[in-house]
């Protein structure tokens, strides 16, 4: 009761703020420049070209606080030691550059980028078209949609209980040793299977991914003309060819807006890899290796910073590309 009156307050907060900046900052810009008067036309262009800047102000403000700044702070610790009392230029970058856990990490990465993202767009794509086909899609779509509520760490946790081991012979509270076992195999360590414990990995981001392509390109099926999928029809096309014809080179726009969007989702992954490996057996990735770096042992926040300065070069391309392709999409 308390946090939903604390919600519930900042929510009122927020609104009761925005309310009475609108209102103060257009009775002070108006009272600077009086739409009336001998200079009425002169004051009032001169308030419209400030007034759109009073939006935006705060929101420009606080991005720089707490996006362009750290960015900043974090590539200015990249240069400098362990605890930030000498400085080292490029050191940080070429310790990562002879570091093997950096070298797993991003060869790790680069896997989750070549699986994650393929898997969750083909299998959305085709959940989207299948459960568009069957009487009760939407309940099928809610299904497939439902890990999307699921916090990643409580994905990490349902799976890790999936892969559980217990020693033959034991009773396997594990659902993948459990078949196994009543297949007649012998229970596996899933997680400690090199390199087959990242593909396990994986599969959890897949999980939760497939459904935010599903509905994502649900709706881009459903914007396809249907005088075009009539005239297919009509020439003869198969339902094969209606599909990976007509209806997939129309919605590449969207493909790839959902790619890319996945793709940055992978290039970040933290909560999966911390809560069901910590990143042993081989299954490092970039931001565990900088969580690892800067606050656990003792903290290096040099190396920390420069793996994360890395991390954001290589999320800001995917990102911007991301970007053009949802406005191309949206023009």
């Given at each position: 009761?308390?946090?939903f009156?604390?919600?519930?307050?900042?929510?009122?907060?927020?609104?009761?703020?925005c309310?009475?900046?609108?209102?103060?900052?257009?009775?002070?810009?108006?009272?600077?420049?009086?739409?009336?008067?001998?200079?009425?036309?002169?004051?009032?262009?001169?308030?419209n070209?400030?007034?759109?800047?009073?939006?935006?102000?705060?929101a420009?403000?606080?991005?720089?606080?707490?996006?362009?700044?750290?960015?900043?702070?974090?590539?200015?610790?990249?240069?400098?030691?362990?605890?930030?009392?000498?400085?080292?230029?490029?050191?940080?970058?070429?310790?990562?550059?002879?570091?093997?856990k950096?070298?797993?990490?991003?060869?790790n990465?680069?896997?989750?980028?070549?699986?994650?993202?393929?898997?969750?767009?083909?299998?959305?794509?085709?959940?989207?078209?299948?459960?568009?086909?069957?009487?009760?899609?939407?309940?099928?779509?809610?299904?497939?949609?439902?890990?999307?509520?699921?916090?990643?760490?409580?994905?990490?946790?349902?799976?890790?209980?999936?892969?559980?081991?217990?020693?033959?012979?034991?009773?396997?509270?594990?659902?993948?040793?459990?078949?196994?076992?009543?297949?007649?195999?012998?229970?596996?360590?899933?997680?400690?299977?090199?390199?087959?414990?990242?593909?396990?990995?994986?599969i959890?981001?897949?999980?939760?991914?497939?459904?935010?392509?599903?509905?994502?390109l649900s709706?881009?099926?459903?914007?396809?003309?249907?005088?075009?999928i009539?005239?297919?029809?009509?020439?003869?096309a198969?339902?094969?060819?209606?599909?990976?014809?007509?209806?997939?080179?129309?919605?590449?726009?969207?493909?790839?807006?959902?790619?890319?969007?996945?793709?940055?989702?992978?290039?970040?992954?933290?909560?999966?890899?911390?809560?069901?490996?910590?990143?042993?057996?081989?299954?490092?990735?970039?931001?565990?290796?900088?969580?690892?770096?800067?606050?656990?042992?003792?903290?290096?926040?040099?190396?920390?910073?420069?793996?994360?300065?890395?991390?954001?070069?290589?999320?800001?391309?995917?990102?911007?590309?991301?970007?053009?392709?949802?406005?191309?999409?949206?023009?």
């Amino acid at each position: 009761m308390e946090l939903f009156l604390m919600a519930a307050g900042t929510i009122a907060l927020g609104v009761l703020g925005c309310v009475v900046w609108f209102w103060g900052s257009n009775l002070v810009l108006d009272s600077i420049y009086p739409p009336r008067g001998r200079n009425a036309g002169d004051n009032i262009r001169r308030a419209n070209m400030i007034r759109p800047w009073l939006f935006v102000g705060p929101a420009v403000l606080f991005l720089g606080v707490y996006l362009v700044y750290p960015v900043i702070d974090s590539f200015w610790r990249s240069l400098h030691n362990a605890d930030g009392s000498r400085f080292v230029g490029a050191g940080n970058y070429l310790w990562a550059l002879g570091d093997d856990k950096f070298r797993e990490s991003i060869w790790n990465n680069l896997l989750w980028l070549l699986v994650v993202p393929a898997l969750s767009t083909v299998f959305g794509l085709l959940a989207a078209q299948l459960t568009d086909r069957i009487r009760w899609g939407n309940i099928g779509k809610s299904l497939i949609f439902m890990p999307m509520a699921i916090s990643f760490v409580g994905a990490g946790v349902i799976w890790k209980l999936i892969y559980e081991f217990r020693e033959s012979g034991e009773t396997q509270i594990g659902l993948l040793n459990w078949i196994v076992t009543r297949l007649g195999g012998e229970p596996q360590i899933w997680l400690t299977l090199i390199p087959w414990n990242n593909f396990f990995l994986m599969i959890v981001l897949v999980w939760i991914q497939t459904g935010f392509a599903m509905v994502i390109l649900s709706a881009a099926l459903r914007g396809i003309p249907e005088e075009t999928i009539e005239a297919a029809i009509l020439d003869g096309a198969s339902a094969w060819q209606l599909f990976f014809k007509i209806k997939v080179p129309q919605i590449m726009g969207s493909i790839a807006v959902v790619w890319t969007t996945i793709t940055i989702v992978v290039l970040k992954v933290f909560d999966i890899v911390f809560v069901m490996t910590n990143g042993q057996w081989g299954t490092q990735v970039l931001a565990n290796l900088m969580y690892d770096w800067m606050f656990r042992g003792s903290p290096d926040y040099g190396r920390g910073s420069a793996i994360a300065i890395v991390l954001m070069i290589v999320v800001t391309p995917i990102m911007v590309w991301n970007i053009y392709n949802a406005r191309k999409e949206a023009g």
